[in-house]
């Protein structure tokens, strides 16, 4: 018996040992310890915004005297919070540090990934095209030209407003709190910013604003970030009621602004029904039907049209227009250049190796997923606070690689519908790909076109990372050959012209008054 | 109206599939100290629907799935009413239709162990009682995101309770639950959803499970010769989420499944050690998993490798 204890009790250790390995916190976000700011940008304020023409747009009022009785009753109340924060408070106020853009980018990267997805057939069992009612659940598709869309939207609406909030800092100059009353207890390191208008407070409601304008069906998620991240402000002695009062005033300014240019913008012509987007075929093969058969996509059954067709429409934020950017044809299918690329991919179907499978789902960014666009910005986050950016500089590298990466979808869209060059698997059955082929045309490759505009853009920002974000983006656009559902051609055309697309925005920031 | 799905589940619970042997971790049979058995069992598993949430669906992408696995393994009794085991399964998963290439490689090594704490006379037969762990590990690195992944990627630790009681005729039942926990599943990429959050990591936090089964067989009083048994099997992930509609499968699903099954051993007495082993199983309801129709064999070869002085090479039933 002695010896049956024993052994039960090594099989039941055995168990457990295996068992113990598993405790884990897996985080939502990248994770960085609120930190000293690198500048503090005095003259941000007088930064040229995107959309707005100054900082001074928004008229805010000079705030009340640091000794009057209004304000000293506004640190009486934060000094009440900020001295007894529960549990959950503190993790809330680090949670979003002391950088909360960076925490709105990511919300609107899970937003993007919950909405990545197409929506239902209809009643006749056939994909309807890709767009839905705002009355419907899944609403909206959010896929690649929709997400790069939106995240330009957001990142510029948080650069304009922020300007916005820098400049009256430095208008009014209200002094930080733990400046005007030593004794705040101030959760983050002391940056010795002005605290009237809150950036914050102009950030999260200029994004939850815009979000709740693009996500109707989070409104209530949304609106409870929003108060969470502001609330926070004043639990971590950040800000007072009357800083974040004012900055609500900016975002709320702002955030009109953008979803009034959103409304215009052509977007909502992108998706076209069959009747119209059999026109568009028919055009593709008068153009091109001699050198290939138009794209087609081959699902089971297949999805009736591709998504948003005339997204080639939409206004841009910097490139003059799509014609400028188009590039010349693909190779014919059948010439040397076609031959040698489909022959690439044969032999990727039989014998692609364990890191080239990789690449391909490391850079997948598939459905379900924030997209290329929002792979990028996680990357631009984390050298953003490894750099010890201020808000306004942070926003500034957001909303430029957003409005580059953007202006990229709308010139890859135009050129993948003008062309209507077909993936490899339509144009040879034997070449299997790692996943499911987007459903839209090859030529160019979205991944690479955003990855060149977005790799340019970072490079200008931080010039000593260039190398590797070069890298990335050669990285992202090999990764669809890889995965095999792309040509080479697709993938190296769509990275140069994605390159050209950056060099267009960064010639904006050169003159915005930030270098 | 059927719905299809552009993505499908990663083939689950296969590591179940490799226990299905003449003796495993989750049966009542025992070898005696110094046997050996080793074997080569093939397994092939067909599905051409598979369940989203509860809606039964097929998928046009994927037409019928077939997954094969070979795998490697043996028996030895250590000492007596104490016996380790371990396999190793190649799986091949391979869709009849659509564009995307099928998956294969080295899935997951399995070690166990199995002690029998009881055996007692009752009535015309005898009640046994035993418990085995077991160690799953993922012995490649296959891609758990793979739309035809070979496997969950994650590492399992199952802890055993079996009964069973059979009579002096050789008819006997059995009973018996593991329960499963499981450490974390490593994705390629590094950005996930699933759960109603985004996760910046490509570290999955899988759902721990449970399986239990109900038994009814039939052994020659050799407790050797011939066998055959009936099984009914319940697979149950405590946690996870269902796949989404028009997503791809995620290892950390919710996967459930009910299954019915048969065994069948039989050990020629022209060929001394020889076995031949037949199984079937059919998956009757289910959540995020396919609907599977497995049937497989296998070919053991037992002999003494100690303890030879005993003249026969006969399990303990």
Known sequence: MKNNNLILTALFSATVLVFTSCENDIPGGIVYEAYTFSSKDEDGGNWKPILLTSGADVIIDAPADVTSAEYLAELAEVKTFSSSLSADQKEIVAYWGNNTAVRWMEIAEALVAKYNLPPDPGPDGNYPPPTASPLTSDFPFAHPPFASRMYAHLSASLYDATISTWHYKFTYNRPALYVTDGSITLAYPKNDIPSYPSEDAAIAMSAQNILSFLFPNDVAFIAEKAKECRDSRKWAGLATESDLVAGDSIGNYVSFIYIERSKVDNAKFAQVDKATYTLLEDTATMLWGDQWQHWLNIDFPPRPVGVTPLFGNVTPWWIPNVEALRPGPPPAIGSVAYLEAEEELLDLTENATKEQEEMAFNWGDGPGTYTPCGHWNLLAAEKIVEAGLNPLRSVRIFAYLNTAMGDAGISCWDTKYYYFYPRPSQANPEIKSTFMTPNFPGYTSGHSTFSGAAAQVLSHFFPSDANEFENFAVEASNSRIYGRIHFRFDCEVGLTVGNEVGDFAISAAMVDGGE | ?317
């Open chain 2, 1 to 317: 109206m059927r719905k299809f799905n552009f993505f499908y589940l990663v083939t689950c619970f296969l590591s179940i599939t490799s226990e299905v042997q003449a003796q495993t971790p989750s049966d009542a049979v025992l070898m005696n100290p110094g046997q050996f058995c080793g074997g080569i069992f093939y397994n092939n598993s067909t599905a051409s629907e598979y369940w989203q949430g509860d809606s039964l669906l097929a998928n046009g992408n994927v037409g019928t799935l077939t997954s094969q696995s070979i795998a490697a393994g043996f028996t030895l009794g250590i000492i007596k009413n104490l016996n380790i085991y371990a396999t190793l399964p190649w799986v091949k998963n391979s869709p009849s239709a659509g564009y995307v290439e099928s998956e294969s490689g080295i899935q997951d090594f399995l070690f166990a162990a199995k002690y029998q704490f009881l055996d007692k006379k009752v009535g015309a037969g005898h009640i046994k009682a035993l418990v085995s762990a077991t160690g799953i590990l993922p012995a490649s690195q296959y891609i758990p995101e793979h739309p035809y992944a070979i496997g969950l990627g994650c590492p399992d630790g199952i802890g055993r309770l079996i009964l069973a009681y059979k009579t002096d005729m050789g008819v006997y039942i059995k009973t018996q639950g593991g329960y499963h926990i499981r450490g974390n599943s490593e994705l390629v990429r590094g950005y996930y959803y699933t759960d109603n959050s985004a996760y910046q990591s490509n570290i999955v936090d899988m759902p721990n499970a449970v399986d239990y089964s109900a038994t009814v067989g039939y052994i020659t009083s050799d407790n050797l010769t011939f066998k055959a048994e009936a099984e009914f099997l319940i697979l149950n992930s405590l946690g996870g989420f269902d796949i989404r509609a028009w997503d791809q499968g995620f290892p950390s699903n919710e996967m459930d499944a009910m299954r019915i099954g048969a065994n069948f051993q039989y050990i020629p007495e022209f060929a001394k050690g020889l076995g031949l082993h037949v199984n079937t199983a059919y998956t009757l309801e289910g959540r995020n998993v396919w609907k599977t129709f497995n049937i497989g064999g296998g070919i053991t070869y037992f002999f003494n490798v100690w303890n030879k002085k005993e003249s026969t090479a006969t399990p303990t039933e």
